[in-house]
């Protein structure tokens, strides 16, 4: 019987010890290694049924990110025409440059301007007789069709009401001809981009379900095929999280994978997308050039490969995992 | 070490596997547990291994009555007992070693304690030099000699083993329950579950013997004298 007592001591101590709770974490981290190369070998030792899983994976999570880049680029390039509108302020022909040029401090003194800037009507006709092409027309004009023109950029601040109450107010002065201000257009492709924003939001969320699903899928057919393995880890004293432990890694490495197919396609796509893009902001006499994923945001992509692949991994662990029981 | 306290196990069908079956096994002893398939056997040792529950009654195993347990508490419990398999259920995709070592990386053992230890097991069953071959090129005998370590190996304080010699000649049968001996020699408490009669009786160990479920002989150990 000392035999016995001994041996109750010594497992009794085993829990308390420092020394031996150390052992253990390191035992702990040592599973965890072994499993995350055991996982990554068996997904290597089959690789064209693992990239095509992370192919599949990749497209799914690339289709919205994808179009989220583009709806990005489309964002950065109205942001020049963003509010605060600009609005055009035509003086009448009978107004002299004086009389503008005091118009211009008038109206930069309120407060809800931000500026003003003056443009001459010669120097409004020079403009369009260098950009439109039509300079030949232009010179054989025998007058200066084109009126003294204030540009005015209302104070940012300011409502969608005030700007229609600093137009009424412009309008009425004494010497304006008309106010053009044309924010429909705007207001319009804003409206487009929330609406855009939105469905890649959602084509997003069931993209990434669907993601999900699939590495659920893969796992529980990993699963099923090492049941007699689960079954003798339970029966020799493994813990359900031992069991669980390689399922999750194989689940994770699918998912970085996945999360890398995706960074690797959006960046070919927009490889492939720049020259055209190029050439076309160039007709616009705009140095605009497509803004790509960049490292992180492929590193971005990889770690939510990874997440979702960990979430598929538990979804498939904790509905098939459970049932395998020894008989 | 391990004791039943009136213990019936009933099935959903209505088939009762154990009937009131009450016996008490000391440290140190080793005990065949014995009777025709369907007698029970397998029943009462995957109650040991809380692989299933009683229906009614009591089973107590190194002092710890097993009602206690809890279903988290489970894999530690097992990890107390080491269990020999009739068809072995070794993983042919690791080698001897690793199969070995199974239980120990389970319980957390340091690498190279690991690796001493699955070498003193496998010496003891004589296959230290097959550590690096795959089970599937081992013969019957040796893939048992195999599980035999593997149930070992964790130094538990109970052994069980369910039809350990099922599909050996007798030679090797003979050998696998010398190995039995041994181990239940160094004190841990060893219960065999076999239908091979003939072997069994020769070696002058205590016999359980179930019949429908209930037990008709054996019940009585040495415990009971005292």
Known sequence: MTGSADKATR????????????????????????????????????????????????????????????????????????????????????????????????????????????????????????????????????????????????????????????????????????????????????????????????????????????????????????????????????????????????????????????????????????????????????????????????????????????????????????????? | MISFDRVTKRYEAGHDALREVSFDIEKDELVFLTGHSGAGKSTLLRLIMLMDRPTRGQVTIDGRNLSSVGKRAIPAHRRGIGVVFQNHRLLFDRTVFDNVALPLIIAGYDHREIGRRVRAALDKVGLLRHEHAMPLSLSGGEQQRVGIARAVVGRPNILLADEPTGNLDPELSAEIMRLFEAFNQVGVTVLIASHDLVLISRLHHRILTLKDGRLISGASGPGDAL
């Not at chain 1, 950009?131 to 540009?151: I, M």
């Not at chain 1, 970085?256 to 160039?282: C, F, H, K, Q, T």
């Not at chain 1, 803004?291 to 598929?312: D, F, H, Q, R, T």
Request: net charge neutral; with cysteine; charged share 20%.
């Open chain 1, 11 to 327: 497992r009794g101590g085993a829990s308390l010890s420092r020394a031996d709770l150390r052992d253990r974490y390191k035992a702990w981290l040592q599973h965890h290694r072994l499993c995350a190369a055991d996982s990554l070998a068996k997904v290597l030792e089959a690789p064209v049924a693992s990239l095509l899983t992370w192919l599949v994976i990749g497209i799914a999570l690339a289709l919205p990110v994808g179009l989220n880049v583009a709806l990005e680029n489309v964002q950065r390039l109205s942001e020049g025409w963003d509010s605060p509108a600009q609005m055009s302020v035509f003086l009448q022909q009978d107004v002299s440059v004086e009389q503008g040029d005091r118009m211009r401090e008038e109206f930069s003194a309120r407060a809800d301007v931000d500026k003003v800037i003056f443009l001459s009507r010669d120097a409004a006709l020079a403009e369009f007789s260098r950009l439109s092409g039509f300079a030949d027309v232009v010179a054989s004009l025998e007058s200066n069709p084109l009126p003294d023109v204030l540009l005015v950029t209302p104070a940012s601040a300011l409502s969608e009401v005030g700007i229609s109450t600093l137009r009424e107010e412009m309008a009425t002065r004494e010497g304006v001809a008309e106010v053009v201000l044309d924010m429909a257009w705007l207001k319009r492709l804003q409206h487009l981009m929330t609406l855009g924003q939105r469905f890649v939001l959602a084509v997003g969320v069931m993209l990434i379900l669907g993601v999900v699903l699939i590495l659920g899928n893969t796992i529980r057919l990993a699963i099923e095929s090492r049941r007699e393995e689960i079954v003798v880890v339970k029966l020799v004293g493994g813990s359900s999280a031992f069991a669980r432990r390689p399922f999750l890694y194989t689940g994770l490495w699918y998912g970085v994978g996945g999360g890398l197919a995706a960074g690797l396609l959006v960046s070919a796509a927009l490889w492939y997308l720049d020259e055209p893009v190029r050439v076309l902001a160039g007709l616009y006499e705009s140095s605009f050039s497509l803004l790509g994923l960049g490292l992180m945001g492929v590193l971005n992509l990889v770690i939510l490969g990874g997440v979702l692949g960990l979430a598929g991994a538990w979804l498939a662990v904790a509905r098939h995992l459970v049932r395998i029981e020894p008989r």
